[in-house]
């Protein structure tokens, strides 16, 4: 059972756009910046989004990232089928003093 | 160009111990921290721990703390993470990733990469 709360999976056609949410408490989201990563199949998973909206250099403007509360959303718009993978949440709990990921969501391009 | 090589495949027996290390090169090793993160066949990631190369501080997740040691070697700028008293549920891949030179308890990025390509440890008997 992990720490921070995603949905399974989503998808959505070429061209379109999805989000993905993390739901978490006042201990980890509420209270520390929210990084999300990128997993595709065989390689090693990837930065895509640091402290709640900040895209590292190399990503593309079509990943953002935001934060409200104890919850983020991590959106992809203009979805490409190289885009096709596991996107994980995580944060610092301080609660815990330690990072805790999501479960992960399967992302689809149909 | 920063880059994490990791050590290759290891194959242990429960109750046995794995060393995996992490080799940083493209940046200044001692000016950053490095995280542990796993992920078992069919699962999610899984943070283990974090190491600030400069101070030695650590934090580890509690699931894995007692049998996870995680140390540096700034001579040779890598990293290592060392598991005890195996079980079949730690065959994983086990990811090392650039991480933050202070806790985020004191401050420092809670976030990390880039990513080391994973290393498979397999417990079997």
């Known amino acids: 059972q992990s720490v921070l709360t995603q949905p399974p999976s989503v998808s959505a056609a070429p061209g379109q756009k999805v989000t993905i949410s993390c739901s978490g408490s006042?201990?980890?989201?509420?209270?520390?910046?929210v990084s999300w990563y990128q997993h595709l199949p065989g390689t090693a998973p990837k930065l895509v989004i640091h402290?709640?909206?900040k895209r590292p250099s190399g990503v593309p403007d079509r990943f953002s990232g935001s934060k409200a509360g104890t919850s983020a959303t991590l959106a992809i718009t203009g979805l490409q089928t190289g885009d096709e993978g596991d996107y994980y949440c995580a944060t610092w709990d301080s609660g815990l003093s330690a990072g805790v990921f999501g479960g992960g969501t399967q992302v689809t391009v149909l | 160009q920063v880059h994490l090589a990791q050590s290759g495949p290891e194959v242990r027996r429960p109750g046995a111990s794995v060393s995996v290390s992490c080799k940083a090169s493209?940046?200044?090793?001692?000016?950053?921290?490095i995280v542990w993160v796993r992920q078992a066949p069919g699962q999610g990631l899984e943070w283990m721990g974090w190491?600030?190369?400069?101070?030695?501080?650590?934090k580890y997740a509690q699931q894995i703390k007692g049998r996870a040691s995680m140390s540096t070697d700034t001579s040779t700028n890598t990293a290592y993470l060392e598991v005890k008293s195996l079980r079949s549920d730690d065959t994983a891949i086990y990811y090392c990733?650039?991480?933050?030179?202070?806790?985020?308890?004191?401050?420092?990025?809670?976030?990390?990469?880039?990513w080391g390509r994973g290393t498979l440890v397999t417990v079997s008997s």
């Open positions: 190491i600030s190369v400069y101070t030695g501080d650590k």
């Open positions: 990733a650039r991480g933050a030179e202070r806790s985020p308890d004191y401050g420092g990025n809670s976030w990390f990469g880039p």
């Open positions: 006042r201990s980890n989201i509420g209270n520390n910046y």
């Open positions: 493209g940046y200044t090793f001692s000016n950053w921290g």
């Open positions: 402290d709640n909206n």
